[in-house]
């Protein structure tokens, strides 16, 4: 039996953060530094609670429009001449997503610089102040270096900051930063590895938990995240997420497991945030090096996942669409015995939607040839064969379904693409 999925959304995007964190050393942590510099001014500056859940929610998500390693290392630069597309491909994202409106704002102006009042506007828009808060925490986090005491690194922070008020900052909120920044434990707090002293038990009781039509639009909105990263993985989640709904309709799933299906597909492939976008688009076949690079994540999506509550299910239908029945697969190297049905419906699913997808190494497989090769797999003991069965004779309904829910995300993705090149 599957317990109802209820998350909050805290944890949910902590999630997605810490993978984007992951990519290098450089960038450990810098979203989880920029929530909690971000809403530790916002308390400071007498803003509302709902003001600083939003501003936290936003400063975990500020960088996701930044698809590339190169990208993400370019806005470590404390002085950024050129902030960039990333900015407005996430407040595209964040925005298309029900009730993100104001975090998507927030996101949009986070790198507009205040250039003595002439930053309260873009355009003809208003910047609001929580953006303005958001771009000094992260530049407050990009000054951190990680390799040095942070108490040691104080002054010369302050004193960076400090150079740049009234021209790149807010000249407000950088006084209220130097009353926040003579306390020690505002700068240990930030680099603590136990994060529960974060955020005040006031901002953890206004916390969101996601509900089952929210988590659905929340996971759509971070698998784009992901996915359209490349041309060749832009529907690719969304793909995943088809067939396995379709199978799990045809074998008559519950409503709840479904719904665990649904959200597993987006989910199954997060950990790949870690993978450079050049592996993922080589055009020849990855060599050996690169595949044991492109095999940890599902291991990455797992740890990203554990110990949030809420997730527990959805993280094992999610990391382990790898995994074999004869314990062939990886990275935890299961057998059948510890692989629920829901999981290894997921794998054939996952299997099903590589083979009908264009690679950059090859085209789209035939229906001959995907069928053949889930037959083999089936026979040599690797994954489900009752599964296998029904894809096979269910064949174009799973494929056509499948096709109808990639071509609305690759219309999405061609919009976004126009930001992209």
Not at 95 to 119: N, P
Request: net charge negative.
């Amino acid at each position: 039996m599957y317990k109802p999925i209820s998350v909050s959304l805290l944890d949910l995007f902590s999630v997605y953060s810490k993978l984007m964190d992951m990519m290098t050393p450089d960038l450990q942590n810098h979203h989880t530094e920029v929530a909690y510099i971000a809403t530790t001014l916002a308390t400071e500056a007498g803003l509302t609670l709902a003001a600083q859940k939003q501003i936290n929610y936003a400063s975990l998500l500020h960088d996701i429009g930044a698809f590339t390693k190169g990208e993400r290392l370019e806005l470590l630069k404390f002085d950024l001449a050129q902030f960039g597309r990333h900015a407005e491909i996430a407040y595209r994202l964040l925005g298309a997503t029900k009730g993100f409106g104001s975090m998507a704002e927030l996101v949009r102006y986070h790198h507009i610089r205040w250039d003595e009042g002439r930053g309260r506007e873009a355009g003809q828009a208003a910047v609001p102040l929580g953006s303005h808060i958001i771009h000094l925490a992260d530049r407050i986090s990009v000054l951190i270096d990680k390799s040095k005491p942070i108490l040691f690194q104080v002054d010369e922070i302050c004193r960076r900051v400090r150079s740049e008020q009234n021209r790149m900052f807010n000249p407000e909120l950088v006084d209220i930063f130097f009353s926040i920044a003579s306390k020690e434990y505002f700068w240990l707090n930030l680099v603590s590895d136990d994060r529960t002293n974060l955020f005040s038990p006031q901002q953890i009781m206004l916390e969101d938990y996601a509900d089952i039509e929210n988590m659905l639009d929340i996971a759509q909105m971070l698998a784009y995240g992901l996915d359209f990263r490349s041309e060749y993985t832009a529907s690719h989640s969304i793909g995943v997420a088809a067939v396995a709904q379709k199978l799990g309709q045809l074998f008559g799933v519950t409503p709840e497991e479904l719904i665990l299906l649904h959200l597993a597909g987006l989910f199954h492939d997060f950990g790949k945030l870690l993978i450079p976008i050049e592996t993922i688009n080589k055009p020849v076949r990855l060599t050996e090096e690169e595949m044991i690079l492109i095999k940890q994540h599902p291991y990455f999506t797992y740890t990203a996942m554990n110990n949030v509550a809420g997730l527990e299910d959805l993280k094992e239908i999610s990391s382990f669409h790898h995994e074999k029945l004869d314990g062939t697969g990886y990275p935890f190297h299961l057998k059948a015995e510890d692989m629920s049905f829901l999981v290894q419906l997921m794998c054939v699913s996952d299997i099903f939607t590589a083979l009908a997808e264009d690679r950059p190494y090859r085209t789209a497989m035939s229906k001959d040839q995907i069928c053949l090769i889930l037959q083999e797999m089936a026979a040599a003991g690797k994954i489900n064969a009752a599964i296998v069965q029904m894809c096979i004779d269910n064949f174009n309904a799973i494929k056509t379904y499948s096709l109808c829910q990639k071509e609305l995300a690759r219309i999405d993705y061609e919009r976004m693409k126009k930001l992209l090149y």
